[in-house]
């Protein structure tokens, strides 16, 4: 599991352990991580020319003090100091000695256009969104000659708790972290500026508290799905029931079956008008159609606007066991939900469902998934390249994994069905929504092998990716 802290949590984590341990310690835990992913970056530190961009803070004092490890290494070191009268003295004395220099300012864009690496460190957890116009010019330099970044802690001028980009902010090649990742390198827009983020472990783990987010990890997924066992049947496996599709959009009801078929359960029930019904049978000729008793609902995708599939939905909801509310379903989710339920808005439809404009959704995912989680009292997954899932009771999950190649018609209701079976074999709604996305995304993977695909490819890959996490257990 990756789990990511507020800066609160971890500055209270920092002052406990750096209580127990000499001055200095968890710098130079920090700086020794930062100078072996260089290393590793750079295939290399011997002769690669390195520039660090240094603020004020003890974030600049990293980025100086792993600058001079790489100059003992063989690299040659050159720091911007954006404030030359307050840059960290410890690190920039520890630079000098190694043989590294200051940049004069006139000679910057010469340092940066030679540079192979630039070590991002402008701010880290002290810093507040935005970058400094003195900051801003050196950053412009390096984005013109394209020079690849390595961000210290964070990328700087991210939002740290929240992964809101509102200003300016760096954008890196790979982000070294130290001790637990932050908000922001998990959810977007934060998550894509961080780039592959590589956690150093500087001991803060036992004075960490529940984190803020979590992030499921192969073996997590694992541990958390249902699998049949000598005395199971299809009823004890869970039935779901599939309320997709209308004679005008057949295919979604033969996606949401494809996904939810995918998935670790005993029995769909696909209940809907004749024409989506039959071609959901004569594709799946195990499905059932027509209502029965179920485990869970899938509601929602492509249902149209005929009235009596408002009540299909309504019936769903007002029954007693799980809900998973998709698409045209959430125009039928009108007040606050009770039991079960999770729903399954792309931006725009919850963008709608907050009456807020979607770049709002766009720009703040965390903020707006939380609140309608609130609003609605029911588990929220916003999909998008790092999928929210939040809950009412607070807790957050976001999937990183995965690839762009999923985003293709019809991919969110073989999402919904995968989601919905896993809710049908007893998951609740935060279990059921992450780890539905989790194999979805590595179906997916497996599916694109890089190239293009459709629905109907990651509805078919998702018992190998349902393989492929099972072998990942234990790891
Ligand atoms: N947590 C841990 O366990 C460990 C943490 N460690 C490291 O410490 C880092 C936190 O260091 P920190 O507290 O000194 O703050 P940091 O982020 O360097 O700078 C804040 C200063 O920058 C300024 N400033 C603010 N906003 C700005 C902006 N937009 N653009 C430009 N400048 C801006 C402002 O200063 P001002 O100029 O206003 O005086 C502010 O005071 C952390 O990220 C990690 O790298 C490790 O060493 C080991 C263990
Ligand atoms: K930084």
């Given at each position: 599991m990756r789990t990511a802290h507020s800066v609160v949590q971890i500055r209270a984590a920092e002052a406990a352990l750096m209580a127990t341990v000499?001055?200095?310690?968890l710098m130079d835990r920090a700086a020794t991580g930062l100078a072996t992913a260089c290393v590793d970056f750079l295939g290399g530190a011997y002769g690669a020319d390195v520039v660090i961009v240094a603020g004020s803070g003890a974030?600049?004092?990293?980025?100086?003090?792993?600058?001079?490890?790489?100059?003992?290494?063989?690299?040659?070191?050159?720091?911007?100091?954006?404030?030359?009268?307050?840059?960290?003295?410890?690190?920039?004395?520890?630079?000098r000695s190694a043989g590294g220099h200051v940049v004069?300012?006139?000679?910057?864009?010469?340092?940066?256009?030679?540079?192979?690496?630039?070590?991002?460190g402008i701010v880290g957890i002290g810093g507040k969104p935005g970058l400094r116009p003195e900051a801003a010019a050196v950053m412009e330099l390096v984005e013109r000659y394209d020079v690849p970044v390595?961000?210290?802690?964070?990328?700087?001028?991210?939002?740290?708790?929240?992964?809101?980009?509102?200003?300016?902010?760096?954008?890196?090649?790979?982000?070294?972290?130290?001790?637990?990742?932050?908000?922001?390198?998990?959810?977007?827009?934060g998550a894509s500026a961080a780039g592959v983020v590589h956690l150093v472990d500087i001991g803060l783990g036992p004075y960490?508290?529940?984190?803020?987010?979590?992030?499921?990890?192969?073996?997590?997924v694992a541990a958390l799905l249902p699998a049949p066992d000598r005395t199971s049947h299809k009823y004890t496996r869970g039935v779901l029931g599939v309320v997709a599709g209308s004679d005008q959009y057949t295919g979604a009801a033969v996606l949401a079956v494809s996904g939810a078929l995918?998935?670790?359960?005993?029995?769909?029930?696909?209940?809907?008008?004749?024409?989506?019904?039959?071609?959901?049978?004569?594709?799946?000729?195990?499905?059932?159609?027509?209502?029965?008793?179920?485990?869970?609902?899938?509601?929602?995708?492509?249902?149209?606007?005929?009235p009596e599939r408002a009540e299909d939905v309504a019936r769903a909801l007002a029954d007693d066991v799980p809900v998973l509310v998709d698409a045209d379903g959430l125009r039928h989710v009108l007040a606050r939900c009770e039991g079960e339920v999770l729903l399954t808005p792309h931006e725009g439809e919850l963008a709608r469902m907050l009456e807020v404009e979607r770049s709002n959704v766009t720009a703040r995912r965390l903020h707006y998934a939380c609140e309608a989680a609130d609003r609605w009292n029911a588990t929220v997954l916003l999909k998008g390249a790092t999928t929210v899932v939040a809950s009412p009771n607070g807790r957050v999950r976001v999937n990183s994994v995965g690839t762009p190649w999923v985003?293709?018609?019809?991919?969110?209701?073989?999402?919904?069905?995968?989601c919905g079976a896993l809710l049908a074999g007893g998951l609740s709604p935060l279990d059921a929504g992450s780890v539905g996305c989790f194999l979805h995304e590595?179906?997916?993977?497996?599916?694109?092998?890089?190239?293009?695909?459709?629905?109907?490819?990651?509805?078919?890959?998702?018992?190998d990716a349902y393989r492929y996490v099972r072998a990942a257990e234990g790891t």
């Open positions: 000499p001055d200095g310690t974030n600049g004092g990293d980025a100086l003090y792993a600058g001079a490890r790489l100059a003992r290494r063989g690299a040659r070191v050159a720091a911007i100091l954006l404030d030359p009268g307050k840059a960290h003295a410890g690190g920039l004395a520890a630079l004069p300012e006139d000679e910057r864009e010469d340092a940066v256009a030679r540079a192979d690496l630039v070590l991002d390595v961000a210290v802690d964070v990328p700087s001028g991210i939002d740290v708790d929240t992964g809101e980009t509102p200003e300016p902010h760096v954008r890196a090649a790979v982000t070294v972290t130290f001790g637990t990742h932050k908000v922001g390198l998990l959810v977007d827009p960490l508290p529940d984190p803020v987010v979590e992030s499921l990890q192969a073996s997590d995918g998935g670790p359960l005993g029995m769909v029930r696909y209940v809907g008008p004749d024409e989506p019904a039959r071609l959901v049978r004569a594709r799946w000729p195990e499905v059932v159609a027509g209502e029965g008793r179920v485990q869970a609902w899938v509601v929602g995708s492509g249902l149209g606007d005929a985003a293709t018609a019809g991919s969110g209701d073989v999402l919904s069905g995968i590595t179906a997916g993977v497996l599916a694109s092998r890089g190239g293009p695909i459709v629905a109907e490819d990651i509805a078919a890959a998702l018992p």
